[in-house]
């Protein structure tokens, strides 16, 4: 890797190629004995070494994707919630709302209204609410 944090990739590129296992008709099966592993995993065939040139390459780099650089200093991203999309009900809707429901015998949600509306403005007195 380069100084400017760019790969280095040169003309010639040597690719090792292991040989390829012993054909059936070149394997002598008459000298085998049980011991011997069928498996070509300890094959002692010497590794060839094939350097391969790139005659295409006109210096251009075609494929290659430049990124920016690292950042040398890591700031942490502040998190801003967004204001709320719904406005907040007013307690007196909240009020005729529970209204409405005590009147339709939902005293659960009569209820859940009513305490909505003081949490919102506590000044309300129960005489104010009912």
């Given amino acids: 890797m ?25 394997q002598d099966w008459g000298t085998s004995s049980d011991t011997e592993s069928d498996d070509y995993s300890n094959n002692n065939s010497p590794i060839l070494e094939t350097p391969i040139e790139n005659d295409d390459d006109d210096g251009e780099d075609e494929d290659v994707t430049q990124w920016p650089p690292p950042r040398q200093q890591v700031t942490a991203s502040r998190i801003v919630f967004t204001p709320r999309v719904f406005p907040t009900p ?26 909505d509306a003081l949490a919102i403005d506590p000044s309300l007195t129960p005489y104010d609410i009912l």
């Fill in 90 to 115: 007013s307690p007196v809707w909240l009020k005729a709302k529970g209204d409405d429901f005590y009147r339709h015998k939902d005293f659960r949600s009569a209820i859940n209204a009513y305490g």
């Fill in 2 to 26: 380069t100084p400017e944090g760019e790969f280095d990739i040169s003309r010639h590129i040597s690719i090792v190629v292991p040989s390829p296992p012993p054909r059936e008709e070149e």
